[in-house]
């Protein structure tokens, strides 16, 4: 096979037996590092990914992807507005609220709650609290019955299961003097959305109930909306006509939950520079083994100056070596790194069963098993900045090879 000379030269050097001691060391070890930088930000950024899937999936699963509400006197005609956005594109389900904020107590154990009126048989479209009940069932709550559903880790805070009365207490200021108002429960429900926010602080009432605890008088707070697509609630907004939108407050899960993906993606951010590091410092093994290559082929260099080989095609013999160890390296690294990352859920349950220990045990997290996502444009800039860092490690070398004086090399020979 044809190769131009400076990669036939390159090869034979690589490949070559009489290579050994500490170079050979220093260059698998460049290699091995490379491999094992590649592979460990694959495995954690996919990890990092299915983490935040998870989270994801577990705070829609009993929030809506979006809400219209009007915090002031409520929606009175709220049917109307309800049937024009249940007729928009995307749109797969739409149900009212009203929203209360007070403490529920039982007993000595006061907690904070945000209590929130729906309707059972609409709600089931825009939630899946029917899926997350532990007990009791969502179309327990009736108008005027004065029953609630808790959270889980709420009805453990409280002390109190299904049967049990909560008083809930409701701030109020009416006249300019502060008063609160106080309405009792019976608890019907227990449901566990996974995460830990909702579960503490979360209970759903009747939203008959609601309005007149918030003065409602009937009307709904405001309306929420699921969508076929979750990411796609920045284009159902800017959709929305000014006469929906009106004075109505929009809000969205991207808007609500900024913070938690804004400090992932930061998390990912920091992980993937430190990680980093692993394939530099196996950029600078890449160096040290080249520089003593260089340091031991002087006498080659010297040769094929004097053959008329000019200093560039000099340069180019050592940049194609440490390429070619990058791209060793990088290949190794996006295999083992692909087959961590594709088949974590099996390799972590074999690991924690052999070595006797439990990564994530259920009594401490609500995920206990680690999620991930292969995103392949991850793997991609992986690959290309490992590759690009192996090449930018071979130019110092390479310019020692190409400042080789043949006479200076040859005078002793």
């Known amino acids: 096979m044809f190769y131009p000379l400076e990669t036939f030269i390159a090869l034979r050097y690589v ?53 219209i509400s009007d915090s002031g006197e409520g929606i009175g005609d709220w049917r109307a507005l309800q049937s024009d956005i249940a007729g928009r594109p995307g749109v797969v389900g739409v149900s009212p609220f009203v929203v209360v904020e007070g403490m529920l107590g ?6 904070p709650v945000l209590v929130r009126g729906v309707l059972p048989d609409e709600e089931t479209s825009v939630s899946e609290v029917d899926r997350m009940m532990r007990t009791g069932a969502l179309s327990d709550l009736e108008a005027g019955a004065q029953r609630i559903v808790l959270g889980e880790v709420l009805a453990g805070n409280l002390g109190v299961g299904v049967g049990n ?18 309405r009792g429960f019976v608890v019907t429900g227990i449901f566990a959305a996974g995460n830990q926010e909702i579960d ?37 907004a800017s959709a929305l006509p000014a006469s929906i939108r009106g004075d109505a407050e929009y809000s969205d899960w991207t808007i609500e939950n900024r913070s938690y993906f804004r400090a992932i993606r930061i998390e990912k951010t920091m992980m993937a520079l430190l990680l980093t590091l692993i394939v530099a410092v ?11 290559v260089v340091t031991d082929k002087k006498k080659d260099i010297a040769i094929l100056r004097t053959y008329g080989l ?22 190794l690294g996006l295999v083992l790194g692909l087959v961590l990352a594709l088949n974590i859920g099996t390799i972590m349950p074999w690991l924690e069963r052999n070595l006797n220990f439990e990564l994530l045990p259920g009594d401490v997290y609500y995920v206990t098993a680690l999620p991930s996502e292969v995103h392949w444009f991850d793997v991609t800039w992986i690959g290309l900045a490992a590759f690009s860092i ?24």
């Open 15 to 67: 490949r070559s037996r009489r290579r050994r001691g500490i170079a050979a060391f220093i260059t698998t070890a460049s290699v091995l590092g490379m491999a094992l930088g590649v592979a460990a930000l694959i495995v954690v950024l996919s990890v990092m990914n299915g983490l935040e899937s998870e989270l994801r999936t577990r705070l829609l699963s009993m929030t809506a992807h979006a809400t």
């Open 165 to 182: 009365r909560v008083n809930l207490l409701i701030p109020d200021v009416s006249s300019e003097r502060p008063s609160a108002v106080l």
């Open 310 to 331: 000019s200093p560039g095609r000099v340069s180019r013999i050592f940049v194609v070596q440490g390429t070619l160890i990058g791209i060793v390296g990088t290949a």
């Open 282 to 292: 196996a950029a600078f093994n890449i160096v040290a083994s080249l520089i003593m």
């Open 390 to 413: 192996a090449v930018l490690a071979t130019i110092y070398p390479s310019r020692r090879a190409a400042a080789v004086a043949p006479a200076d090399a040859l005078r002793y020979e």
């Open 200 to 236: 503490s602080g979360l209970a759903l009432i009747h939203m008959a109930d609601a309005s007149i605890l918030r003065g409602y008088e009937g009307r709904a707070g405001g309306v929420s909306v699921r969508l076929e697509d979750p990411m796609a609630v920045t284009r159902f």
């Open 106 to 111: 039982a007993g000595s154990n006061l907690m």
